[in-house]
């Protein structure tokens, strides 16, 4: 069992580590050449070399959609799909005209699309968000398929759902990136979970009888 978020020392980030927790990956050598070997695989490290060095670039100067856009083209990633909820639409189509200015082909598909009602998958009326109305489901698989049809580059998530978000990249052939995540309670800023959790949500992560 790997607890890298407990360790204190944080050996795989120094030159010359001076030791490592007992379950730390770091000294396997079996496994570090086995990952060393699938990086030696011409897209992966094309992909892992651009990455660091939009990572290097980038570092507490650019965001995030600058970066995504600094990645393709250092790819030669042209055309770039966009998987989008139909709740961020308008959040959507920003990005989609800001990719366009750039000099991107856009293929973009909303999760709605094809009209699935819910009961195809099992929903009762009672489960759906608005009971009593037409729901459709959201439609990564698709989202997938069209974009593999289109052959795109580089697949941008914007706003899938949790799960949602797992069966398009299940499906997904070309590389798959993030641009925003959808959390509706915290204004699709998940991480906030985190911060409160020390406080605000003390009790709702971690039970009635915490302390304040």
């Known amino acids: 069992m790997y ?39 011409p897209e992966n490290m094309m992909i892992s070399h651009n990455s660091a060095l939009v990572e290097a670039e980038g570092y507490l100067r650019k965001n995030r959609l600058e970066e995504i856009m600094d990645f393709a083209r250092k790819c030669n990633y042209h055309k770039l799909g966009v998987a989008f909820c139909l709740g961020m639409k308008r959040e959507g189509n920003i990005l989609c005209n800001i990719l366009r200015h750039n000099g991107f082909d856009v293929v973009a598909v909303a999760c709605k699309h094809g009209r699935i009602p819910k009961e195809f998958i099992g929903i009762k009326d009672e489960e759906k968000v ?16 069209l974009m593999n049809q289109q052959k795109t580059d580089l ?37 906030g979970a985190l911060y409160l959790s020390e406080n605000y949500y003390k009790q709702k992560f971690f039970g009635k009888n915490q302390a304040d």
């Open 130 to 145: 608005r009971p009593g109305t037409f729901e459709s489901i959201c439609n990564p698989i698709g989202q997938a398929l």
């Open 3 to 41: 607890t890298c978020d407990a360790c204190q020392m944080n050996s795989c980030y120094k030159k010359e580590p001076t030791g490592y927790p007992k379950n730390c990956p770091c000294p396997d050598e079996a496994h570090v050449e086995a990952c060393k070997e699938l990086y030696s695989d």
């Open 155 to 191: 697949n941008v998530m914007m706003g899938l759902c949790v799960g949602h978000d797992t069966l398009f990249m299940k499906y997904s052939e070309a590389p798959a990136t993030v641009f925003a995540v959808k959390d509706r309670a915290l204004a699709h800023n998940p991480i």
